[in-house]
């Protein structure tokens, strides 16, 4: 059996990091839970996942001025389907804007912090369910958990 999770690396500045501190705290006071920053990465992707592409493409525009990517690489672990999400969103950005150049999955990991740490109460909430890995229970036989 595979691990369930991998390791990310995001490459920031130091604005880069004050956005994904800032994206973790603003999680962890909505949820009211300590969480891990990789889960903080992974519900923002799942948050950036239902922004429409024309406004990821104008955000993607507006980063090219922010420098937050950086030499300063950060690793965070996260389950597989983070880089599947992130995949998506860069190919539907590439769709709606066949004449800029497709983004990195590194802009796209900092523009979901961006976004999450923007985002209010209910979305990231939403997010936050989604991100969640469905629970596996043992099946229960007559009031009983069975062996």
């Not at 691990?3 to 690396?9: D, L, S």
């Not at 983070?82 to 990195?104: F, G, K, N, T």
Request: hydrophobic fraction near 45%; proline fraction near 6%; charge should be neutral.
């Amino acid at each position: 059996m595979g691990r369930a999770t991998r390791t990310f690396k995001l490459r920031l500045s130091s604005a880069g990091m004050d956005v994904l501190i800032d994206s973790h705290c603003h999680l962890i006071r909505t949820t009211r839970c300590l969480l891990a920053w990789g889960t903080t990465l992974h519900v923002a992707v799942n948050y950036l996942d239902t922004v429409p592409a024309s406004a990821i493409v104008d955000s993607l525009n507006a980063l090219r001025a922010a420098p937050l990517s950086g030499s300063e690489e950060h690793h965070v672990g996260a389950p597989h389907r983070l880089w599947d999400i992130a995949s998506q969103i860069a190919e539907r950005v590439r769709r709606a804007a066949p004449d800029h150049e497709a983004p990195s999955l590194g802009s796209i990991y900092i523009l979901a912090l961006q976004h999450l740490a923007r985002a209010d109460g209910a979305q990231l909430l939403a997010a936050f369910e989604r991100a969640r890995p469905p629970v596996k229970r043992p099946p229960i036989a007559d009031g009983e958990i069975a062996e």
